[in-house]
T-cell receptor, first 110, second 116 residues
Framework: KNEVEQSPQNLTAQEGEFITINCSYS?????LHWLQQHPGGGIVSLFM???GKKKHGRLIATINIQEKHSSLHITASHPRDSAVYIC????????????FGTGTRLKVLA | EAQVTQNPRYLITVTGKKLTVTCSQN?????MSWYRQDPGLGLRQIYY???????DKGDVPEGYKVSRKEKRNFPLILESPSPNQTSLYFC???????????????FGPGTRLTVL
């Protein structure tokens, strides 16, 4: 079993839909990141969370430390949101290691 | 402009021919890291560095070497590349390992390596 699991693996939505991507992890963490990777390959950091909730434009990220779960929400989705969304956790195991989920491929149709 | 640069962006080489992928950041970041990305496996950490002369292994360090002689540079060295090292490689940096509020990682554009 992977230490960081994302669901769904693939998601197709119509423009305007509310989207949720989930991330569950089984290790102790000091922080959780949400990353976005566009078809060209470049990776951009969207959020870093250690507790609670953050919002940036139409994107909202939440984390529940007790349940070891995080969600990334996209409101009023748009075709330009089409990308791979990756969850990454920074381990607390005495190191500064990062562990990544395998990503959620999102396609938003016009 | 704040950025992480990698060179080369694309490289095709042959088994056993030593190569170096360079990574440089202009943000005075302490933390730098190398990742490889493979279909179905996602991103995996190869090595990371918390400051000059301080490096440590990630999850998949076998076959790779790194050095951190200057704060801005963190080259990835493949002494004897093999076909299973064919992958997309990313370098990343972040400001300060102690400050979780400024822990955003900035990624380089990636290096696509093919080992024949």
């Amino acid at each position: 079993k992977n230490e960081v699991e994302q669901s769904p693996q693939n998601l197709t939505a119509q423009e305007g839909e509310f989207i949720t991507i989930n991330c569950s992890y089984s290790v102790g963490i000091s922080a959780l990141h949400w990353l976005q990777q566009h078809p060209g390959g470049g990776i951009v950091s969207l959020f870093m969370l250690s507790s609670g909730k953050k919002k940036h434009g139409r994107l909202i990220a939440t984390i529940n430390i007790q349940e070891k779960h995080s969600s990334l929400h996209i409101t009023a989705s748009h075709p330009r949101d089409s990308a791979v969304y990756i969850c990454a956790v920074r381990s607390t195991a005495g190191t500064y290691k990062y562990i990544f989920g395998t990503g959620t491929r999102l396609k938003v149709l016009a | 402009e704040a950025q992480v640069t990698q060179n080369p962006r694309y490289l095709i080489t042959v088994t056993g021919k030593k190569l170096t992928v360079t990574c440089s950041q202009n943000m005075n970041h302490e933390y730098m890291s190398w990742y490889r990305q493979d279909p179905g496996l996602g991103l995996r950490q190869i090595y990371y560095s918390m400051n000059v002369e301080v490096t440590d292994k990630g999850d998949v360090p076998e076959g790779y070497k790194v050095s951190r002689k200057e704060k801005r540079n963190f080259p990835l060295i493949l002494e004897s590349p093999s076909p299973n090292q064919t992958s997309l490689y990313f370098c990343a940096s972040s400001l300060d390992r102690y400050s979780s509020s400024t822990d955003t990682q900035y990624f380089g554009p990636g290096t696509r390596l093919t080992v024949l």
